[in-house]
């Protein structure tokens, strides 16, 4: 048995989207699939909403058609040979900075996917039998702090009232037992916000989140997934 104390356990989520020009990337495989990272971890969520550059490491741009972007992980999937030598491979885009949720004492998780009943009149057995629909991910977060608190310390700011506000989809990163822990990346939503007050308790707030399908506005995106465990 492997247990597991979560006290040093980290939940963060996205800040505000920041420009990133000849991102070192760290590259692996053989040509014609090899895969560059951005080695900087802080960096490493790309922004969706803005398309990628890349280039090889002679400096000459990489062609789009020859390259498709994992956002949530800052991966450049290569589908043609690409010269990674000398200063390596560069990425030019944007990436989402991380922000720990201070003050958060409980995370829940739940996934699972809908069942859809495809009983008919005619079976012959007399149990239920069921199609695997759409996957779901949903789950909430207890802070002791306000939710007004600035969790960016730079030049933006980001509130978790806003972010519920406003519907900002916003990637939320929960690691499990510090660092080196298993850590689950996802694409949320913020959908609700629950105060809780006991006279010989102290005052809480549980925001409720679920998440949502991975969007992007360009064509070379990868297809992934939009929640993913670091040993998946």
Same mark, same amino acid.
């Given at each position: ?9 980290? $939940? ?10 000849? @991102?070192?990337?760290?590259?692996? %495989? ?5 895969? =560059?990272?951005?080695?900087?971890? *802080? ?14 490491? !002679?400096?000459? !741009? ?5 390259? !498709? ?8 999937? &290569? ?5 990674? =030598? ?9 990436? *989402? ?8 004492? +409980? +995370? ?18 007399? #149990? @239920? ?12 977060? @207890? ?10 310390? %730079? %030049? %933006? ?9 406003? #519907? ?22 913020? +959908? ?9 308790? $102290? ?12 969007? &992007?506005?360009?064509?070379?995106? *990868?297809? @992934? ?5 670091? &040993?998946?």
């Amino acid at each position: 048995m492997v247990a597991i104390p979560a006290y040093n356990s980290r $939940l963060q989520i996205t800040g505000t989207s920041t420009a990133i020009t000849d @991102e070192p990337t760290t590259t692996s %495989g053989v040509n014609p699939s090899k895969i =560059s990272q951005v080695t900087d971890t *802080l960096k490493q969520i790309l922004d969706p909403s803005i398309a990628v550059s890349v280039k090889d490491g !002679a400096g000459a !741009a990489v062609p789009v058609a020859n390259y !498709a972007v994992n956002y949530m992980f800052g991966k450049i999937n &290569h589908n043609s040979n690409v010269d990674s =030598s000398g200063p390596g491979v560069r990425v030019t885009g944007q990436y *989402l900075p991380l922000l720990t949720v201070a003050n958060c004492r +409980v +995370v829940s998780l739940k996934q699972g996917r809908k069942p859809l009943n495809i009983s008919v009149f005619s079976d012959t057995i007399t #149990a @239920e039998r069921y199609l695997m629909g759409l996957r779901s991910l949903n789950g909430s977060f @207890e802070i002791l702090d306000s939710p007004y608190v600035d969790l960016d310390s %730079g %030049g %933006g700011t980001v509130e978790l009232f806003d972010i519920l506000k406003q #519907a900002t989809d916003k990637v939320l990163t929960f690691r499990l037992g510090g660092s080196g822990g298993d850590e689950i990346r996802a694409w949320v939503k913020i +959908v609700g916000l629950d105060d809780s007050a006991e006279v010989d308790d $102290l005052y809480k707030r549980r925001f409720n989140f679920v998440g949502c399908g991975f969007s &992007h506005a360009n064509v070379n995106a *990868l297809s @992934e997934a939009s929640w993913k465990w670091s &040993h998946e």
